[in-house]
């Protein structure tokens, strides 16, 4: 660990060039950042060279097993204000197929605790699942006071011991499960401002609606992926718009292999703006997309958006596109129609 550390700092002080002013936000995540011990993240948030201000929103990720009062009051002097748990359910034999350490009482605990030391507070739930009570975990989450909820299905990677533990999904159970998420959450007044997160008015994560809307941010940590302008990340202008950095995996990253670099053309960039922007409930507007790239697509995109449209699946509101709820459910298909019909050639 104290070797991860130092590499880390290091990294630190290279982005640091890049973005001398303090991030925005700042998101501690994949994997379990909270497992760490009490001087192990204090040398994790010394090792970032930017002083955080107070309206940074500075998240980490936390299994309900690490935490504890002692723990959260630490991460609240650090500088933590957001915690994402990783509660999965709120049901014991539902936790134990999963092979989750803690169990509903765990659970419960944590996020109680959490609130109470004035965190603000995201559950992750993964729903569909055999055997699990859907309308009991929302309900459970609903009851507890967090104010924003991650809803995901299960996914089962190929060759994973997961994977071959032979648990069955049910994509028709899933896809009702999300829908009672949607119907229960919004009862609660929580708003599907993407996909697969639902969160009260104010309590919106703003690191990943960057994500979303295909800005820019650094990385540190192995496998880390960045997302930074031409500048920035050694490119040329022209048709470049951006540049992704990638992190190597650990053994290499410890022995201080830089990041791959991966050119993102315009083209690619239109196709990713497409595919997240209509991930959200605010949607995609296409002419501060035109704008950015510097290209005209409205005339390519609009007998396609227009079709989808008709079928209940997207709103045009001036030049915004935004997924419909059935839309929302059937996303995959209409963001393939999108980019069909943009330009094969960057003009």
Known sequence: MNSYLARLAGEAQLLHHRFPSGPETVYFGGGTPSFLRERELELLFESLPWK????????????????????????????VT????????????????????????????AAEEALEAGFRTSLDLILGLPEQDVAAD????????????????????????????????????????????EDTLATAGF?????????????ECRHNQI?????????????????????????EGGRVFSVRTTNPPLPRWLQGELAGLEQISILEHLKE???????????????????????SVWHSLRQTAEELASQGLLTIEGSKLRPTERGMSLLHPVILRLWSALPNQEQ
Do not use: C
């Not at 309206?55 to 500088?79: K, Y």
């Not at 999965?88 to 605990?109: E, I, M």
């Open 273 to 295: 703006a497409l595919m997240m922007g209509l991930r959200t409930q605010k949607g995609l507007n296409v002419a501060e997309l035109e704008s950015r790239v510097s290209l």
């Open 191 to 203: 708003v599907r401002y993407e996909v697969s997160n639902f969160a009260l008015p104010g309590e």
């Open 82 to 109: 957001r915690l994402s748990l990783g509660v999965q359910s709120f049901q014991d034999p539902v936790l134990k197929t999963l092979g989750r350490a803690h169990g509903r009482k765990g659970a419960l605990r």
């Open 211 to 235: 994500y979303w809307q295909t800005g820019f941010w650094g990385a540190l940590g192995p496998g880390a992926v960045g997302h930074l302008p031409p500048s920035l990340g050694g490119a």
């Open 138 to 181: 929302l309900r459970q989450a609903v009851e507890i006071g967090a104010g924003h909820v991650s809803a995901y299905t299960l996914q089962l990677e190929p060759g994973t011991p997961f994977a071959l533990s032979g648990i069955k999904l049910d994509p028709e159970r899933e896809a009702g499960a999300l829908e009672q998420a």
């Open 52 to 79: 955080l201000a107070g309206s940074t929103e500075v998240t980490m990720e936390a299994n309900p097993g690490t935490l504890n009062r002692e723990r959260l009051s630490l991460l609240r002097d650090l500088g």
